[in-house]
T-cell receptor
Framework: KNEVEQSPQNLTAQEGEFITINCSYS?????LHWLQQHPGGGIVSLFM???GKKKHGRLIATINIQEKHSSLHITASHPRDSAVYIC?????????FGTGTSLTVIP | DGGITQSPKYLFRKEGQNVTLSCEQN?????MYWYRQDPGQGLRLIYY???????QKGDIAEGYSVSREKKESFPLTVTSAQKNPTAFYLC????????????FGAGTRLSVL
């Protein structure tokens, strides 16, 4: 069983749609990270959360510590948002990673 | 520009050969990490280092070795003992402390000839 589960695994959306990617985890965490991996492989950190909600441009990340759940929302999606989105949690000295959600936004 | 640099981008290994992947950062970060990514799997931690001259095994350290002689550098050697080395390798760094954001390099794709 993975400590971090993401859904959906794959997601295709039309440009302009509102997108939600979900992450559930089973361990006690000190922080949760949302990462973006582009087709070339490079990874960019989008958010680090320990409570509540954060917003950056069209991206919003929320976390519910009691329910051990986080969501990443993309408003007004654009083809350049196409990437793999990875949820990662820090528990003690360990990082646990989800397998990623592959998002394709069609013009 | 501050950042983390991995080289080479692509690497090929012959049977029985050791190869070394380079990771350099100029972010003045204390902590550095090596991950392996395989299709359909999350990143898995190979080794990490919280401070110079110290490093710890991650979940899948067998067949790999590292050194941390300088703060800026954390090279990973894939030894001949690693029987399935074909994967995408990512290096990351962060400031020390719980839960800090990790900054990733662009990755090295290793294939076996």
């Amino acid at each position: 069983k993975n400590e971090v589960e993401q859904s959906p695994q794959n997601l295709t959306a039309q440009e302009g749609e509102f997108i939600t990617i979900n992450c559930s985890y089973s361990v006690g965490i000190s922080a949760l990270h949302w990462l973006q991996q582009h087709p070339g492989g490079g990874i960019v950190s989008l958010f680090m959360l320990s409570s509540g909600k954060k917003k950056h441009g069209r991206l919003i990340a929320t976390i519910n510590i009691q329910e051990k759940h986080s969501s990443l929302h993309i408003t007004a999606s654009h083809p350049r948002d196409s990437a793999v989105y990875i949820c990662a949690v820090r528990a003690g000295n360990q990082f646990y990673f989800g397998t990623g959600t592959s998002l394709t936004v069609i013009p | 520009d501050g950042g983390i640099t991995q080289s080479p981008k692509y690497l090929f290994r012959k049977e029985g050969q050791n190869v070394t992947l380079s990771c350099e950062q100029n972010l003045n970060h204390d902590a550095m990490y090596w991950y392996r990514q395989d299709p359909g799997q999350g990143l898995r931690l190979i080794y990490y280092s919280q401070i110079v001259n110290d490093f710890q095994k991650g979940d899948i350290a067998e067949g790999y070795s590292v050194s941390r002689e300088k703060k800026e550098s954390f090279p990973l050697t894939v030894t001949s003992a690693q029987k399935n080395p074909t994967a995408f390798y990512l290096c990351a760094s962060s400031t020390s402390g719980t839960g800090n954001i990790q900054y990733f390099g662009a990755g090295t794709r290793l294939s076996v000839l």
